[in-house]
């Protein structure tokens, strides 16, 4: 059993800062990538930022420059450091993991229950 616990949204006025944290536990073996996608109203969902086991991260154009990626040394934790934010931001913000499990040589994909974060004056 996996789970992803995720944690630090909230509301913040306009170029605020907010950190998300996600917690990966369970009978993980390696961690393939992780990341933050998000979900607007009426929106599409949408990838934020990624890092993978290797340590390379990528980011949607959107929040180039203004969102960081990080993880802990284990690598089963990461962060989402967001400075600079807009409204435009707002979203549910969810947490996503590529893990394989136990001895298993597959990849599996395991989503975050989400964490709001509003950008509102």
């Known amino acids: 059993q996996v789970q992803l616990v995720e944690s630090g949204g909230g509301l913040v006025q306009p170029g605020g800062s907010l950190r998300l944290s996600c917690a990966a536990s369970g009978s993980i073996f390696s961690v393939v990538a992780m990341g933050w996608y998000r979900q607007a109203p009426g929106k599409q969902r949408e990838l934020v930022a990624r890092i993978t086991g290797g340590g390379t991260t990528t980011y949607t154009d959107s929040v180039k420059g203004r969102f960081a990626i990080s993880r802990d040394n284990a690598g089963n934790t990461v962060y989402l450091q967001m400075n600079s934010l807009k409204p435009e931001d707002t979203a549910v913000y969810l947490c996503?993991?590529?893990?394989?499990?136990?001895?298993?040589?597959?990849?599996?994909?395991?989503w975050g229950q989400g964490t709001q974060v509003t950008v509102s004056s």
């Open positions: 996503n993991a590529l893990l394989q499990i136990g001895g298993s040589m597959l990849a599996y994909n395991y």
